[in-house]
């Protein structure tokens, strides 16, 4: 009965960690929900009391963690087992960076990260925090981006820039579906858009709201990559924008006080 009293407490913590120090208030969020244990873990190992600089460096793992698929590749159990290791003999969040540099060989977030994944990689659900903590709005109804929209026609959803139908039979279902085809927008709008090319429907956008809403999602608007042939130059184009934001996001997250 004790035992479960503590974990009980420990993944409150986890859960109100999550959300009032890194904004992630979904489970959709997460891409694995390990960081649960490990952050309710964390928190009781140090009596729920954190100095300013542990506070910081644990948020910057969780960030990249997260990001990174830390517990979404290989064996779960045993990258778990590795960090919670590393809490219990003291190392803490300097043990759980050396696990994940053995892991990814590095902290920061390259655009050769993104190339080929899709929406359930842990980089696109850091995307969207990255982005509404920009300021990311719907392309039309200026909403600002949220899991918690009520109504079809502002629920969030995720938006391919070059519609599906427009880039099949040229391009791969992997390309076509590739994160840094994907930005996010109201369900009302998407289905305006449908399957209109970006050259079409871009230029009505930017004459009624300018291009801050694309820049607030990392959406190049210049004419030479939004052609059918320039596609993938558009996807090399707008990884290096995404990871130049969510390194920006990282840092500014562990800066916050």
């Known amino acids: 009965r004790q035992g479960w009293k503590e974990a009980v407490a420990g993944v409150e913590y986890a859960i109100n960690y999550l959300r009032s120090n890194l904004g992630i208030d979904s489970i959709a969020l997460l891409s694995s929900p390990y960081f649960l244990i490990t952050l309710a873990v964390y928190g009781y190992k140090h009596g729920y009391s954190l100095s300013p600089a542990e506070d910081a460096r644990l948020r910057r793992w969780t960030l990249v963690a997260n990001a990174k698929g830390r517990y979404s590749r290989g064996s779960s159990e045993t990258m778990l087992d590795q960090d919670l290791n ?32 899709n929406q359930r990689s842990g980089l696109f659900k850091t995307m969207f925090l990255a982005f509404r903590d920009d300021g990311a709005k719907d392309w039309h109804t200026r909403l600002a981006i949220s899991l918690a929209h009520s109504g079809s026609q502002h629920k969030l959803q995720f938006h ?21 085809n994907l930005s996010f927008i109201g369900g009302g709008t998407n289905r305006k858009i449908s399957a209109a090319a970006p050259s079409e429907y871009f230029p009505k956008i930017v004459k009624e709201h300018g291009t801050e ?17 320039a596609y993938p130059e558009f996807l090399k184009l707008r990884r290096q924008m995404i990871s130049e934001k969510l390194n920006q996001f990282v840092e500014s997250v562990v800066k916050e006080v």
């Open 86 to 117: 590393a809490i219990n003999k003291g190392n803490d969040v300097g043990g759980m960076e050396d696990n994940l540099k053995q892991q990814f060989g590095r902290l920061t977030i390259e655009p050769d990260d993104l190339a080929g994944r």
């Open 160 to 180: 391919h820039i070059f519609p599906k139908a427009y880039l099949s039979g040229k391009y791969e279902n992997k390309q076509i579906n590739d994160i840094a």
């Open 213 to 229: 809403l694309f820049d607030k999602q990392c959406v190049p608007t210049n004419d030479s990559v939004l052609s059918l042939d």
